[in-house]
């Protein structure tokens, strides 16, 4: 088995390197007998991820703060330079690259849903700047 490198940058509790590869693995079928068997190991896995979750989410709300700072800059210079507000072809650039780099379906439709939400929020914050 080949061990995966933390990234050093990530601030991911490296717990969830460690966790058990087999919950991750079983099938559905096998995962309720797993945790009958091991619910002391199961609930403090369950932990571990949760606060893997928690610094996620702060991440998430770090990266999306920026990333509302620079749309509303470019916002301005288009204000600025009689530009439209709306570009179909940034946002659908946007979801291509995340069916590229996603291969996963289930994750792909998720993250896009996400996004389509993030797009929505761009077009409402310019709204209520004009």
Known sequence: MIKKKANPSTNFNSNI??????????????VNKYVHKNKELTSSKVEIYRKNIDLI???????????????TMVQKIKAASKQSSKDLNRENLILNKIKKSV????????????????????????????
């Open 17 to 30: 390197l460690r966790a058990d590869v087999l919950a991750v693995n079983l099938s559905k079928k096998n």
């Open 57 to 71: 989410d702060k991440q998430l709300i770090k990266l999306l703060k920026q990333r509302s700072i620079e749309v």
């Open 103 to 130: 291969k996963n379906q289930n994750q792909q439709a998720y993250i896009i849903q996400i996004y389509v939400c993030i797009l929505k929020q761009v077009k409402k914050l310019s709204l209520n700047k004009t």
